[in-house]
Every structure is written in C-alpha cells, then in structure tokens.
C-alpha cells in the first residue's frame, strides 16, 4: 500500500514561485504514473498535470500550462511540480495520486490528463496565493 506524502506548500505572492514534492517512503514511484490534483474554494477537484512512470509524457490543464512543469526524479523516487507566475486563483489544497496505467492508457496522460483514475492519493497540501 502506498503511502503518498506531498510537501512544498505554503503561502506565496501573487508572480511568486512553489515546487510541490511527491514521495511515498519506503516504495518506489517510478513504477508508478503520477497526477497532481487540486481542490480550490468552491470547486470540485481537478487534474493539474500528470507524467508517465518513465517521465516522457506529461499533461496539463489549459489553465497551468506555460506556468506549471512537472518532473520527476526518479533515483530520488520523487515527483515535482514547479509553479511559476502564481496567481489567486492557483490557491487550493493540492494532491499526488499514483498508479500504474496499462500501456495502452499512457497516451490518455496527453494533452490534460483527463479521464484517468488513479488509485492511491496523499492528504495533500495547501498552497496560499495571496498578496
């Protein structure tokens, strides 16, 4: 059972910078294809990005594209999500999610992640834009 665990929130000016962490402790993600996810005020949950277990696909929604940059370090079994130009709007409880895609599903990770389920989510963290 994976054991998600994100960290690098935090509360940040609007134009500022975050890089969010995801790990699980103990076991090895890059086995794993991984979705960040956020839940804003007034929302309902929504995929930010998502990168193959291998990290040459990537997707992102419309609204994070030339901002956001997912990456992963995988001797670091480790993922990151780099956001620049932070706005308002990007304030939300933010979560990793993690599961093995059959290879016929990896190209669903382009262009924005969507209609995929992932298995095994963390508790998140918050991530505060405001001047």
């Known amino acids: 059972q994976l054991n998600i665990v994100e960290s690098g929130g935090g509360l940040v000016q609007p134009g500022g910078s975050l890089r969010l962490s995801c790990s699980s402790p103990?076991?090895?993600?890059?086995?794993?294809?991984i979705g960040w996810y956020r839940r804003t005020p007034g929302k309902e949950r929504e995929v930010v990005s998502c990168?193959?277990?291998?990290?040459?696909?990537?997707g992102y929604v419309d609204s994070v594209k030339g901002r956001f940059t997912i990456s992963r370090d995988n001797a670091k079994m480790t993922v990151f999500l780099q956001m620049n130009s932070l706005k308002p709007e990007d304030s939300g409880v933010y979560y990793c999610a993690a599961d093995r895609l059959p290879d016929y599903r990896l190209g669903a990770l382009q262009p924005n992640c969507a209609d995929i389920d992932f298995d095994y989510w963390g508790q998140g963290t918050q991530v505060t834009v405001s001047s």
């Open positions: 990168i193959s277990r291998s990290g040459d696909i990537t």
């Open positions: 103990g076991f090895d993600l890059d086995y794993y294809d």
